[in-house]
């Protein structure tokens, strides 16, 4: 009898997690346009969304961001990268370097959508803290030459608490408070989960989407499959715990955002 009712409610589970993914696209151009502050009478496909997403290292866009990648490109987004190393803690720069654009290619990102930032002062180290006017310069610049109208990184604990993780959400955050930032352009953190929910794998959709967020994206089967892809590009980082990654990561399926409030414009600060 306890058999068939742990069945049961095994079953049940799994239905969920379906009804949510296919309820999910139909709910994610909504969140987008909300996002965006969309007119509702305009018909959005996702076209005039031109997104930048932000990175430290060669890996991090398909560890961790892969769900909104591919969902954004689905729907015809431009979506850019800018990746602030190239990932040379273990002297691999050159080698990693080849492999993001190989893992962006999977995921959908041209080459001409790239920026590998190499710049001494901000090495691939967890215990170098980057400058976080640095970073934010860098950010700003090259937000200004494409008019990106939504950057997306990681929020203050960089989901691996990975130092240069969280000195990107610095100094986006800093942009954002200090009014740098374009009235246009909507600024989002990727939410860092505790230690149970990152390792559920998709049995952690149904927590995902029923906690508040302001845009969630999901991938099925097909998607993860891309996500797979995309990771196997990053040869030099298949260790054997990055296949335990692959499996059982809940950020191989999905991606949940809130958004980093800005300030008021063109605040000085002393
Ligand atoms: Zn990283």
Redesign the pocket.
């Known amino acids: 009898m306890s058999v068939y009712l742990v069945v049961s409610i095994v079953l049940c589970y799994v239905v969920w997690i379906k009804c949510i993914y296919y309820r999910h696209r139909r709910t994610l151009v909504k969140s987008l346009k909300h996002l965006m502050n969309g007119s509702t009478s305009k018909e959005t496909n996702g076209a005039d969304i031109r997104a930048l997403i932000v990175t ?2 060669p890996d ?1 866009e398909c560890m961790f961001f892969a769900p909104t990648i591919i969902r954004l490109v689905e729907l015809n987004a431009s979506v850019h990268l800018l990746c602030l190393s190239e990932g040379n803690y273990y002297n691999q720069g050159a080698q990693r370097k080849q492999e993001l654009l190989n893992s962006c290619a999977v995921l959908g990102i041209p080459d001409s959508r790239i920026i590998i930032v190499d710049h001494k002062r901000l090495p691939d180290d967890p215990k170098t803290d980057w400058s976080v006017s640095l970073v934010s310069s860098m950010i700003v610049k090259h937000m200004r030459t494409q008019s990106f109208n939504m950057v997306l990184t990681f929020d203050g604990s960089g989901v691996s608490g ?1 130092a ?2 969280i000195a990107i959400h610095k100094a986006v955050s800093h942009l954002a408070s200090s009014g740098q930032v374009p009235n246009d352009c909507c600024l989002l953190s990727l939410e860092t989960v505790g230690l149970l929910r990152k390792y559920i794998s998709f049995l952690e959709l149904p927590f995902s989407w029923l906690l508040p967020s302001c845009l969630c994206c999901i991938i099925g089967s097909q998607g993860y499959r891309q996500a797979k892809d995309a990771m196997f590009c990053h040869r030099t980082q298949l260790l054997w715990f990055r296949y335990l990654y692959i499996t059982l990561s809940r950020y191989m399926f999905v991606n949940t955002f809130q958004v980093i409030p800005k300030g008021p414009k063109n605040l000085k600060i002393y």
């Open positions: 430290a290292h991090d990975h240069n993780h």
